[in-house]
C-alpha cells in the first residue's frame, strides 16, 4: 500500500496508481455529510488526470437519492477526464438498491477492494 490520509468520513489509501477511497461511517443520511464527502472525491478526481478510483462502500448501510446522484456525477466527472470508477464491497441492500436503480450499467462493482484493483489492470 502507498499513502493514506482521511477525515472523520472517508479514508484514502493509494496503491500504486489506483486512489482507494474508504467511507465510514454506516450511513449518509445528511445531505450535508453526503455532498461533503463526495465533493472531496470530486476535488481527488480533478486533481488527477486519468484517475483510477475504488470507492469502498463496505461499511455504508445506506445511501440517499443525493448520494446515488452524486455517485453519478463523480463517474460522469472521471470518465470526462479519462478516468475510471470502480465500486467495491457494497452491502447487500445497497447492491439491491443498484441493481434496481439498473445503477450496474453504469457502474464496475466488485465483491472486494482488491478485485475492482487487480481489474485496472495496473
Given amino acids: ?3 493514506t490520509a482521511g477525515d ?6 493509494t496503491q500504486g496508481k489506483i486512489v482507494i477511497a474508504t467511507i ?19 476535488q481527488i478526481i480533478d486533481a ?11 461499511t455504508v448501510q445506506y445511501l440517499s437519492s443525493a448520494g446515488l446522484g452524486r ?9 470526462a477526464g479519462g478516468g475510471q470508477i470502480h465500486l467495491a464491497a ?8 443498484f441493481e ?4 450496474t450499467q453504469i457502474f464496475t462493482v466488485f465483491d472486494t477492494v482488491d478485485d475492482a ?3 485496472f489492470g495496473d
Avoid: W, Y
Avoid at 465510514?24 to 470530486?42: P, V, Y
Avoid at 455517485?71 to 470518465?79: D, F, G, Q, R, W
Avoid at 434496481?100 to 445503477?103: E, G, H
Fill in 1 to 3: 500500500m502507498g499513502t
Fill in 8 to 13: 472523520d468520513t472517508i479514508t484514502l489509501t
Fill in 24 to 42: 465510514k461511517g454506516g450511513s449518509f443520511h445528511e445531505e450535508k455529510q453526503i455532498l461533503s464527502t463526495l465533493e472531496r472525491l470530486g
Fill in 48 to 58: 488527477r488526470e486519468n484517475v483510477k478510483m475504488v470507492v469502498n462502500l463496505d
Fill in 71 to 79: 455517485l453519478v456525477a463523480l463517474l460522469k466527472k472521471a470518465t
Fill in 90 to 97: 457494497l452491502q447487500p441492500d445497497i447492491c439491491e438498491l
Fill in 100 to 103: 434496481v436503480m439498473r445503477l
Fill in 117 to 119: 484493483c487487480v481489474a
